[in-house]
């Protein structure tokens, strides 16, 4: 029994997208423009020579929020979302039947439709991969070579990620909304 | 019920309207088919919905065909519900033509769901409460009961008592369905244009005003423009009703976007400013949906009979566009969530438009529902019997 969340410390993102492959090989993503659990949002510089802003190019490493309060868990007819025992945000493919009506739901864009399935899919931590085997990481986290990002146990107050968001300032992506979303963008 | 043999079926008068109607009901049907069947060999990939644009010309044919069976229930209801005199006369085709639609959008929406029999299953095991599109289905299935029954007690085995009660029952799943149709949409607190009270309460109007459109075009068609008396004042009174009903619709509609205008809070005022630019929501959801019949009824003092059965058609075109939007509006504007220029472009408005197997089983449910009013009208009595 865990409470998985990340934090990511996303300035220190150099778009080399090793994750998004990392991710694509572990779960084994089939290939099409729609299918991807994971991406790396860009900003492109602001401002004409000689007068560029740096700091508006940024790198945003992104993927399902894993909501604590998942509008795609409360529209789901069948109850096929669910949160695991981990406070994972999960698609149960026997009781999809999509209806695509989470999709919709969802605010961060973070799911696609799965053509092996013909059922919705999105990130899981890893779950079915890894953290089934008693591995304590994920395939995005473990393949980082700037250490972007921190997978932990948000419920314990000596897990790495808990410390981080003890130290860190952080931001967090529509937070307005009330989803209570479970990643964290370091400042 | 009318004896009833194979030839008899196939038998109609061979007028040219009549010719024409055949024509369409039977090819609509085949594209129908060829669009299920093409469906059922390449799956999702023959429609044009993407990741971004979930939903596409399939739910707003859905939207279509139960709003038309919920606002022909409301209007009939006027009639057997609510004892007005003169809306009695509609009672059963009007039930029989909600009977019709909501059939209509269920083979629709069978066709879009990835998995209709999982979802009758699923629905009953592991009830998702929260869910609006669960309350829909749900109440939609009870309403269908009803109705059914109630069709049953009007027409089958005549009971007015019992139709009465099932009409009250049918009136009251239908409106109940159809708010949380609206619902599915107003609770995605993740597309600001749609977030809110307004499509439940606009689906329950646009419904009424749907239910009008389609009276004067089935009893048009049916008396080709020469009306007994009942007919004819049951119709001068639905212009009264229709003509308020678009007044207050125009009024609502008018506010909905000003309010979202107003302060221009991007997601929704931007959306807003792309959709009121778009030719569907100028020529279809206003010039052909709304102010064509309004003027009409408006110019002929609610006395227009005659004009309204083909100024109909064009808000039912109206009314489609009206659905189109709807699906279409709610999902244009990108989620903006650190995709800022994503593979370096810049978000832009989503496009889609339908792929031709969603245009084919979209439109072909037309052809059933004309079928099935044909077979209706030839099993069934539909009229109102001379000695009540
Ligand atoms: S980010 Fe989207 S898919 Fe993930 S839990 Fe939140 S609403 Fe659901
Ligand atoms: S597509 Fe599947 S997971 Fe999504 S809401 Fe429908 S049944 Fe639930």
Redesign the pocket.
């Given at each position: 029994m865990a409470r998985y969340g990340m934090a990511l410390d996303y300035k220190n993102c150099i778009n080399c997208r090793a994750c998004e492959t990392a991710c694509k090989a572990e779960n084994g993503i089939l290939p099409g423009k729609d299918n991807y659990r994971i991406w790396i949002g860009q900003k492109e510089a602001e401002g004409e020579w000689p007068n560029i802003s740096i700091v508006s190019q940024t790198y945003h490493p992104s993927?399902?929020?894993?909501?604590d309060n998942?509008?795609?868990?409360q529209v789901c007819p069948t109850n096929a979302?669910y949160y695991d025992e981990n406070r994972v945000?999960r698609v149960d493919p026997e009781r999809c039947i999509l209806c695509t009506y989470?999709i919709n739901?969802?605010?961060?864009?973070?799911?696609y439709v799965d053509d092996r399935t013909v059922t919705v899919d999105?990130?899981n931590f890893c779950s079915d991969t890894r953290l089934a085997n008693g591995e304590t990481t994920t395939a995005c986290q473990a393949t980082c070579p700037t250490k972007v990002r921190t997978f932990g146990d948000l419920d314990d107050p000596n897990s790495e990620i808990s410390q981080l968001l003890k130290t860190r300032e952080y931001k967090q992506v529509k937070e307005h909304l009330g989803?209570k979303?479970?990643?964290f963008y370091l400042i | 019920m009318n004896e009833l043999s194979i030839k008899e079926l196939f038998r109609f008068e061979k007028t040219p309207l009549n010719l024409l109607i055949a024509i369409l009901t039977v090819g609509l049907l085949g594209i129908f088919v060829a669009g299920a069947t093409y469906y059922f060999i390449h799956g999702h990939h023959a429609f044009n919905v993407t990741r971004q644009h979930p939903w596409g010309l399939l739910i707003a044919m859905y939207v279509f065909f139960v709003v038309s069976s919920t606002g022909l229930c409301i209007i009939s209801s006027i009639g057997h519900v609510f004892e007005v005199k003169e809306f009695q006369v509609i009672g059963k085709r009007a039930i029989a033509g909600a009977i019709i639609t909501l059939l209509s959008g269920f083979a629709v929406i069978a066709l879009e769901v990835g998995h209709p029999v999982r979802m009758l299953i699923y629905n009953v095991l592991t009830p998702g409460f929260t869910s609006a599109i669960w309350w829909m289905g749900t109440l939609y299935g009870i309403y269908l009961v009803f109705i059914t029954f109630e069709f049953f007690f009007l027409t089958i085995k005549e009971n007015h008592k019992w139709a009465k009660i099932f009409g009250i029952g049918g009136l009251l799943a239908g409106l109940a369905a159809h708010s949380n149709l609206g619902a599915v949409f107003g609770f995605l607190i993740?597309r600001p244009t749609a977030n809110g009270v307004f499509y439940p309460v606009y689906f329950i109007l646009s419904a009424m005003i749907t239910g009008c459109y389609l009276i004067y075009i089935i009893y048009g068609f049916k008396y080709k423009n020469s009306y007994p008396a009942n007919i004819k004042a049951m119709l001068l009174k639905l212009n009264k009703i229709l003509g308020m009903l678009l007044g207050i619709l125009i009024f609502f509609e008018a506010w909905k976007i000003i309010t979202a205008l107003y302060g221009t809070m991007p997601e929704r005022a931007e959306t807003i400013l792309h959709v009121i630019k778009s030719p569907t929501f100028i020529f279809g959801e206003v010039i052909l949906g709304m102010l064509i019949p309004f003027i009409v009824i408006l110019f002929s003092n609610a006395k227009a009979i005659k004009p309204m059965v083909y100024v109909s058609l064009a808000g039912m075109v109206g009314i489609f566009f009206m659905r189109y939007d709807l699906v279409h509006d709610t999902l244009i504007y990108p989620m903006d969530t650190l995709k800022r220029s994503e593979y370096q472009l810049p978000p832009t408005f989503i496009e889609y438009f339908p792929s031709a197997t969603e245009f084919a089983i979209g439109f072909g449910g037309i052809g059933i529902t004309l079928l099935l009013f044909y077979i209706a009208e030839k099993v069934f009595n539909l009229d109102v019997d001379t000695k009540h």
């Open positions: 993927q399902c929020q894993h909501c998942a509008p795609c868990q979302t945000v989470c739901a969802c605010p961060y864009d973070a799911r999105k990130c989803t979303p479970k990643l | 993740s």
